[in-house]
């Protein structure tokens, strides 16, 4: 099936195949080890992970460059088995002690989900909410 690019009608992709490969040659990345079929549904996959990361819409019409390199991130991340891998240890380590061994951990602070640093970054300002914001008491 081929890969409908935005911001076209019913586009299921955010960066073109072509796109995505001349992204990875210029990383070095091992993009064109995987199948086309595999990159393109790694593409589709790694739309739906940059978009559930609420992109303002001034962000895809044209597709801000960033949010391309973005996609081509997660897409990677995709092929891997990374972007949604479902057990991922991120429990901190609270204490430890070498004499009889013993290590305690604290809950997850990112409820246990991976974070990306790279796909944060390039999206940092191009998406809605994110922002700290204080609150007082009254």
């Known amino acids: 099936m081929a890969l409908i690019v935005a911001p076209a009608d019913g586009y299921d992709t955010l960066v073109s195949a072509a796109d995505a490969d001349a ?8 993009w064109l080890d995987f199948l086309p079929a595999d990159r393109e ?6 739309t739906q992970y940059v978009l ?14 960033r949010v391309k390199a973005a996609t081509c991130e997660a897409a990677m991340l995709h092929l891997t088995g990374m972007l949604y891998a479902t057990s991922i240890d991120a429990a901190a380590v609270t204490s430890e002690r070498v004499g009889e061994i013993a290590v305690s951990y604290a809950a ?10 790279v796909i944060d970054d390039l999206l940092r300002g191009l998406t809605v909410g994110g922002a700290m914001v204080e609150l007082v008491r009254a």
């Open 23 to 30: 992204y990875w040659e210029s990383m070095g990345g091992a």
């Open 41 to 46: 549904a790694a593409l589709r996959r790694g």
């Open 52 to 65: 559930a990361r609420r992109v303002k819409p001034e962000n895809l019409d044209p597709v801000h460059t």
């Open 108 to 117: 997850p602070v990112n409820g246990g989900r991976a974070r990306f640093p």
